[in-house]
C-alpha cells in the first residue's frame, strides 16, 4: 500500500476519511461465506475486516504502528455508520458491529466525503478584495443632495 502523508491543515480528517475508506473498498477481499445454511458471494466477515484494516492501519504512515485492535473495531463502526459498509440484509443505521463471524459488503454507493471547493479566508490571494465586498455589504445607498432637498421639502408639508 503506498499511502501519502496528509500534512495537518484544513480537511485533514476529511482527507484520512477518504483515504482509508478508499483503500479498504479497493483492499478488502470478498469471499463466498455460508450463515444459516445459506451461501453469501462478494462479502466479508467481522473479524476477517478487523484483522484487514488494523493491518492496514498500522502500516500507514499517517496513522503509525500504535493503532489498537479496538481503535479498528470503533472505526468499522463508524464505516457501518455512515454507509461505508452495511450487513447482508442492507441494514447499516446500527452500531453493533463486534468482532465476530457476522457478515458485511460494501454497498453500491461510495462513501467518499467531497472537500469543500472554496478555500478559507486567510489562503485568499486578495484580501483586500474581500474586505471590501464586506464593507459595501453594510454601506448604506448615497442619496444626492437635490433628494435629500426633496424629502425635507416634503416633510415640511406633511405637518402643515
Not at 16 to 45: D, I, S
Not at 92 to 103: K, M, P, T, Y
Not at 131 to 160: I, Q, T
Request: proline share 5%.
Amino acid at each position: 500500500m503506498e499511502s501519502r502523508i496528509i500534512t495537518p491543515g484544513p480537511y485533514r480528517a476529511t482527507k484520512l476519511w477518504n483515504e482509508v475508506t478508499k483503500y479498504f473498498r479497493a483492499g478488502m477481499p470478498l469471499k463466498r461465506h455460508r450463515q444459516n445454511f445459506k451461501t453469501y458471494g462478494n462479502c466479508f466477515a467481522a473479524s476477517e475486516a478487523v484483522d484487514w484494516l488494523h493491518h492496514l492501519l498500522r502500516n500507514n504512515s499517517n496513522f503509525g504502528s500504535d493503532v489498537t485492535r479496538q481503535q479498528t473495531i470503533q472505526l468499522l463502526r463508524k464505516f457501518l455508520k455512515n454507509h461505508v459498509i452495511e450487513d447482508l440484509k442492507g441494514r447499516w443505521g446500527s452500531e453493533d458491529l463486534e468482532d465476530n463471524h457476522q457478515l458485511f459488503r460494501f454497498p453500491s454507493t461510495s462513501p467518499v466525503k467531497s472537500i469543500p471547493s472554496r478555500q478559507p479566508l486567510w489562503k485568499r490571494s486578495s484580501l483586500e478584495n474581500v474586505f471590501k465586498e464586506k464593507e459595501n455589504l453594510f454601506k448604506m445607498p448615497h442619496f444626492s443632495k437635490r433628494s435629500m432637498k426633496r424629502r425635507s421639502a416634503a416633510d415640511s408639508r406633511v405637518g402643515e
